[in-house]
């Protein structure tokens, strides 16, 4: 006879509760990662002109990957960080779609010449890898990003914020006071500047997941946007703008430029 346990509400166990010493979520692996026997990222993005281009949609019209090259780029898309750079092993790879690794190479390189990746390191050849020696390639998921801009990036991911105490303030002289006055308050302008271009890129992170980086254009274009309407309207209207970008699946803007420009 089969039997159910019936198990009361305030007895079960939320989506994401802690099971023993280990995170469980409903519906995804328990583990994340090689060592721990699961794959290396919860989702994968992947370039939308990859899928669209591949041959198995329609043969007349292919101008992209197969479907076995496809299987290979979608794996390594999965590698890829917040930045698009991943340096699996090709063998690693060929693992997972049961392919050697000559085949996982030829893949990747197809994938170059179509420009959804680009090699950035090889054998060590780059200092920011200088300790990998696989080949480092970046997923092109937006042609617009510079590679080098990326790389800073990921090496600034969480910058600390700054303390406005902070800033060095200049003493004010009879010869030279008012000119003191003047780059103390540019400075301050610099680091507000700083500040909400940095906010931007984490909003377009959060409210369309696509990446941008936090370079001068973009705190130039942060100065000018607040300049032009204050802090708080470039706030409201870049929040309101990416919104309208996420539900009309349009690329969100590089930078604040746009509410300077109106």
């Known amino acids: 006879m089969n039997t159910t346990n019936v198990v009361p509400d305030d007895q079960k166990e939320a989506k994401g509760a802690v099971r023993g010493s280990e995170n469980v979520v409903e519906g995804l692996p328990h583990s994340i990662g090689r060592k721990h026997g699961g794959p290396p990222s919860i989702y994968t993005y992947i370039p939308t002109r990859a899928i669209w281009d591949a041959r198995y949609r329609k043969k007349k019209d292919a101008t992209g990957l197969t479907e076995g090259e496809l299987k290979a780029f979608i794996v390594m898309c999965a590698y890829a960080n917040n930045q698009g750079f991943a340096w699996p092993a090709l063998k690693t790879i060929g693992e997972v779609i049961n392919a050697d690794a000559a085949t996982v190479s030829r893949a990747m390189s197809k994938a170059e010449k179509l420009g959804y990746l680009e090699k950035v390191s090889s054998n060590k050849s780059h200092p920011k890898w200088k300790h990998i020696f696989s080949t480092v390639y970046r997923v092109i998921y937006d042609h617009r990003l510079d590679t080098d801009d990326l790389i800073d990036a990921m090496?600034?991911?969480?910058?600390?914020?700054?303390?406005?105490?902070?800033?060095?303030?200049?003493?004010?002289?009879?010869?030279?006071?008012?000119?003191?006055?003047?780059?103390?308050?540019?400075?301050?302008?610099?680091?507000?500047?700083?500040?909400?271009?940095?906010?931007?890129?984490?909003?377009?992170?959060?409210?369309?997941?696509?990446?941008?980086?936090?370079?001068?254009?973009?705190?130039?274009?942060?100065?000018?946007?607040?300049?032009?309407?204050?802090?708080?309207?470039?706030?409201?209207?870049a929040r309101y703008a990416l919104t309208v970008c996420r539900d009309i699946r349009k690329p969100a803007p590089l930078n604040l430029l746009f509410l300077a420009e109106r």
Do not use: F, M
């Open 155 to 237: 090496n600034n991911e969480a910058p600390a914020p700054i303390d406005e105490q902070d800033i060095p303030v200049q003493i004010e002289t009879e010869d030279a006071g008012q000119s003191n006055h003047r780059d103390a308050r540019g400075e301050e302008q610099l680091v507000d500047c700083s500040r909400v271009a940095q906010w931007y890129v984490a909003e377009v992170g959060r409210l369309t997941g696509e990446l941008r980086v936090l370079n001068e254009n973009a705190i130039e274009a942060a100065g000018r946007a607040v300049e032009a309407i204050g802090e708080e309207q470039v706030k409201q209207q």
